[in-house]
């Protein structure tokens, strides 16, 4: 014996039986699978290069520092991101003043024998003495070629970031208040994850 | 049309100047940039592609060079 029930009482019925089960199985796997895309995504993204450029200045030559700070406000202008690192003689690039005081008797010298600020850094051929880079820097006036401070500004200004190398500081005794204004602190993992994280790297 | 008068400045400063003035202006406006820099006729076509911005013209006249840039 059976019992007809009607066709729409019948289909309600199993829509009912369809919904219940949809929501008892398959959305807590839709769930999990959802959480599971979105976290291999972001691991992605985290690995994936930025429009970024990242540039190690190792040198404290005037010409190559020139070239890492036009490089950089180049990249600022077609709307790159840009972190600097400045480390050893390419500490000389970001400093503002020298202040012996309470460094130990090598780092005064190192001081002394190492740009005082950015100003006093020579030229890597042809320095003479000195004589080469005021005649370069002269030279760039008449032709209305910004200086080294007008594009380190320039790029700040911008937003670049400017990272200056604890350990370089460390060795050579320098100190933050003898850096320009708007330097950031860190190390080579600061780097690291900004290379890796760049289209370009470079070390100037 | 806005107007960007970068004659007589070097590397990298026409660039930094029409930056700056684009970011003032709205999607699609043209902006006209006179420069005496010959390697900024590379340049501007560089920074377009790479920028978005659109260089509908580049002409030369006696060492001076004009650049018409639409905003993207």
Known sequence: MHTSLPVSELSAMVDQAVAQRISKELLPQMHNLQSNLEQRLNALEQRLPKNRISIVLFSGDLDRALAGFIIANGALAMDMEVAMYFTFWGMAAIKQATNSQGKEFRQRLMGLFTPERSEEMGLSQLNMLGIGSKMMKSMMRARNISSLEELRNLALEMDARFIACTMAMELMGIRQEELVKGIQLGGVATFMESALNSRLTLFI | ?72
């Open chain 2, 1 to 72: 049309m806005q107007q960007l008068d970068a004659r007589k400045l070097q590397c990298p400063m026409p660039i930094l100047h029409t930056k700056k003035a684009l970011t003032t202006m709205e999607s699609g406006e043209k902006l006209q940039i006179l420069s005496s820099d010959p390697g900024s006729a590379n340049d501007m076509e560089s920074f377009c592609r790479k920028s978005g911005h659109v260089l509908e013209e580049a002409t030369e006249s006696q060492g001076e060079f004009r650049f018409i840039i639409r905003k993207g």
